[in-house]
């Protein structure tokens, strides 16, 4: 069997004016299955996501690795619980990937809210950032979750019974793509 491997292809007579790269160079997953749970208070403290991280080696600093997050959650109470979502990169936020600062509020990428009473429910919260790590080193990119007064599940849900026929459990996935610059 034949291979054809290139870093690029670029046209013969070169690139058009003002185009700028965009093609995908590598993509790296994590899928995880298996169920997270905290119990945090409304401390506003984020917790890292046991297996629920990625690491990419961009092959130029010029390059933007996009990051893909799929986040499968519910509150722990069965009151109404406030959760939120952010993604580290190296082991820091990433300001631009943060909703704007104000006084009495926490900054995340992802909100949800669990109402009242709704014990059998999770909910998915898709999260999508274009980040220009500026590196050729790997780097590691960490989801983290807080929630207010009771705490928060990952692929499943509050009450988490299988006393009824649609109880079930689910992935939540974190991908990288690099892109070129």
């Known amino acids: 069997m034949s291979q054809v491997r290139t870093n690029s292809i670029v046209p013969v007579g070169g690139i058009p004016a003002g185009a700028s790269g965009g ?15 905290t119990s945090t208070s409304g401390s506003g403290s984020f917790v890292s996501i046991t297996g629920l991280s990625a690491s990419i080696t961009p092959r130029s600093a010029s390059n933007k690795v996009l990051i893909f ?17 952010r993604v580290l990169r190296g082991g820091s936020t990433i300001s631009a990937s943060l909703g704007d600062s104000r006084a009495n509020f926490f900054q995340s990428s992802v909100l949800c809210l669990r109402a009242a009473n709704d014990t059998n429910s999770s909910f998915r919260f898709p999260f999508m950032f274009l980040d220009s790590p500026a590196t050729t080193s790997s780097t590691t990119y960490q989801l983290q979750g807080q929630a207010e007064a009771h ?10 019974a299988a006393s009824n026929n649609f109880s079930a459990t689910s992935i939540s996935t974190i991908t990288l793509m690099e892109v070129s610059g």
């Open 23 to 37: 093609g995908i160079i590598q993509v790296v997953q994590t899928i995880k299955s298996d169920i997270f749970t």
């Open 69 to 85: 997050c799929d986040i499968q959650a519910a509150g722990a109470s069965h009151v109404n619980t406030l959760c939120s979502f």
């Open 151 to 160: 705490g928060f599940h990952i692929n499943r849900t509050a009450q988490d």
